[in-house]
């Protein structure tokens, strides 16, 4: 077996580091390793060698990061979605149909209104203040997220569409049908606030 000089070692931590040159250009920490591996695997058999196992750790490396990514970013959608429609819904429901005029009423509408046009970010430091740091909530984006993105001023439009179904003519007609008043909110309020809790 041949010596391994000191030059094919410099060579085989220089095909390891290359893999930083990710931190600065993307795909750098394959491209680095590749290039490295390709100039000197003909030359010296432990750069081959090492070239390809840098490779094959970053390219590993890469696919699990990109999966997670995916399944992060699926999961947070879901969240979102459902924790949005459950608040949307319940939330345009109770303003429409239950809650009395009055100071809770009043401030909880003005609330709406206002954290409807909070940009984003505010909304990201919000689920970092209040759900991790006050209910000590798990440092999870799809759940801390989704619960963020729900909460994001979906509830003024549902209660507008709720509201729309809530007019005396639709109710007269609701109870001619004999509908009852929970199957009236059930088929109608509910369904027609759902939509546009979703964001656009």
């Known amino acids: 077996m041949n010596e391994v000089t000191q030059e094919q070692k410099t060579w085989g931590m220089i095909a390891h580091l290359s893999a930083l040159v990710g931190l600065i250009i993307p795909f750098g920490n394959i491209l680095g390793p590749l290039v490295v591996w390709l100039v000197k695997k003909d030359t010296m058999p432990f750069v081959d060698d090492q070239g390809k196992e840098a490779l094959n750790f970053n390219i590993t490396l890469a696919i699990v990061i990109a ?11 879901i969240g979102s979605i459902v924790i949005a429609l459950v608040l949307g819904v319940l939330s ?14 009043r401030f909880l509408r003005l609330s709406i209104v206002n954290l ?9 430091l919000l689920g ?19 619960l ?22 639709r109710r007269a ?15 109608r309020a509910g369904p027609a606030a759902a939509p546009c809790v979703l964001p656009e």
């Open 148 to 169: 963020v993105l729900g909460a994001h001023g979906r509830a003024t439009p549902a209660r507008r569409a709720a509201a729309e179904y809530h007019r005396p003519h």
């Open 128 to 146: 970092l203040a209040v759900f991790i740091q006050v209910f000590g909530l798990p440092r999870s984006a799809p759940l801390v997220g989704g």
């Open 67 to 77: 999966g997670l990514m995916i399944v992060g970013t699926v999961l947070l959608v």
């Open 116 to 124: 409807a046009g909070v940009p984003s970010i505010v909304f990201g």
């Open 92 to 105: 345009a429901i109770y303003l429409s149909e239950y809650a009395t005029d009055g100071p809770f009423t």
């Open 173 to 187: 007609r609701a109870r001619y049908r004999r509908r009852s008043e929970a199957g009236f909110r059930r088929d």
